[in-house]
């Protein structure tokens, strides 16, 4: 569990270009006594009212997947506002915004399928995994980015998957009469479908979008986002050990490594945008959101599923690298001077702040410190972002700490924060979060709720709306809220473990993930001979499940965390929340 670097705080270069930033005063506070702040923040969340806010979250995902199925299925997304359905943007290939996403494979339902399961609705899941396996093929002629197809689709069934092959069934009996491995098959097809998009890169990055039928496109852009090629192994990975196949795990492996290589020799930061064929930087800016989230998310998520060394010593660098160069604040989250803690966009070379904003997406981050214990840290950025939420009742997609006010003002109901408020909330066990998690519920029914479900924000002031439903509000946001509040969910039973994939989907931590299944294939000399290209690809007569469906209930390095807050911390909080 020694996944926490050390800080090197005397290299962290101070914030002044841009002038003073007090963004610790910004958001109020004021003196008083510790006993206050106990009492203000860690009072009882009545049962009556956790029951309450888990059945809010549940309607929540029961009004917008009802809804999609009755007016959007089997096209990928619900526009909520018209009670209709969205699929590809054919008119406008160059509408990336919905081409990279909606591939016509009903992408709503894939997506929803394991908070079905979480939710106990055996009935429905049994449904929709049958509806899935009947009606959707990924055999379209849709052109989509490799990294979302990866996430919201192959993770997806690869984590129905597993639920319905789990021997234990925790969640109720989520098994399929005559089930024969079909979403398994079916995450291997499209995997298939976007391995195109490992060919002919000369540094083995990834091209960032595929043509589910054709393969990557003549016109094809060689540049792609770090996040974008290098989140990719969770998936992949599961999907090789699964079938016994090194083919997916290999190439998503080798684009982690090709960008850890690009990273700067000066800071060890790595940038927004890389060329492909190059390797030049196209975009230099270094930080923890948009771009570069989730790479960081998949080192430690790929070490914790896989437990191979290189992935938790990359994340370690990584790290290392982001307390030396983004975090800029005072040195402890609680006490000292200067501002509270905040994690800005730098030059990844020269370690320089490049703007003033933070974007929504970056609020996965404290999620991501629960898992390796720098919970103190964690608390104290997760409170800034709340302090956000609280002043518009959503996220706006970027905020100006300088100008303390949005840069961009949308908010397509992203999970970011709730994701971060439930880690913190299992952490901590301090009913502060449940109190956050209350807030974001109710400001989401009363700014987004439309007619047939739940909308995105335009405007996070005046709070207009625009006609679209993301796939990750019922995958994600419904699914962690509805967690926050449901104590007894088999998801927190003691002897199972789950990880999250970045898009949300439960995936049991498993001591038959951790084996490669494909060594017997590699001569015993050689090994594994990755650059000889001897990687052995089983034809799909061949393939063959490794069962795997026993949860191991001791993975030794996955450390749980049980730290009731102090009033310290309620002060903080407090300060930068000025709520209640
Ligand atoms: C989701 O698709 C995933 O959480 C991804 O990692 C980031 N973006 C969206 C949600 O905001």
Known sequence: GAARGPRQSSRRPEPGVCGPAHWGYVLGGRGRGPDEYEKRYSGAFPPQLRAQMRDLARGMFVFGYDNYMAHAFPQDELNPIHCRGRGPDRGDPSNLNINDVLGNYSLTLVDALDTLAIMGNSSEFQKAVKLVINTVSFDKDSTVQVFEATIRVLGSLLSAHRIITDSKQP????????????????????????????????????????????????????????????????????????????????????????????????????????????????????????????????LLKSYILFGEKEDLEMFNAAYQSIQNYLRRGREACNEGEGDPPLYVNVNMFSGQLMNTWIDSLQAFFPGLQVLIGDVEDAICLHAFYYAIWKRYGALPERYNWQLQAPDVLFYPLRPELVESTYLLYQATKNP??????????????????????????????????????????????CKYLYLLFDEDNPVHKSGTRYMFTTEGHIISVDEHLRELPWKEFFSEEGGQDQEGKSVHRLKPHELKVINSSSNCNRVPDERRYSLPLKSIYMRQIDQMVGLI
């Open 171 to 298: 969640f109720g009996d989520m098994t399929i009469k005559d089930y024969d491995n079909e979403l398994l098959y079916m995450a291997h097809d499209l995997a298939v479908r976007l391995l195109p998009a490992f060919e002919n890169t000369k540094t083995g990055i990834p091209y960032p979008r595929v043509n589910l039928k054709t393969g990557v496109p003549p016109d094809s852009n060689n540049e792609t986002c770090t996040a974008g090629a290098g989140s990719l192994l969770v998936e992949f990975g599961i999907l090789s050990r699964l079938l016994g196949d090194s083919t997916f795990e290999w190439v998503a492996r080798r684009a982690v490594k090709a960008l850890w290589n690009l990273r700067s020799n000066d800071t060890g930061l790595l940038g927004n945008v890389v060329n492909i064929q190059t390797g030049h930087w196209v975009g230099k800016q270094s930080g923890l959101g948009a771009g570069l989230d989730s790479f960081f998310e998949y």
């Open 432 to 477: 502060f979060y449940l109190h956050v998690g209350m807030d974001i519920l109710q400001s989401l029914e009363k700014y987004t709720k439309v007619k047939c479900g739940y909308a995105t924000l335009h405007h996070v002031i005046d709070k207009s709306t625009e006609d679209r439903m993301e796939s990750f509000f019922l995958s994600e946001t």
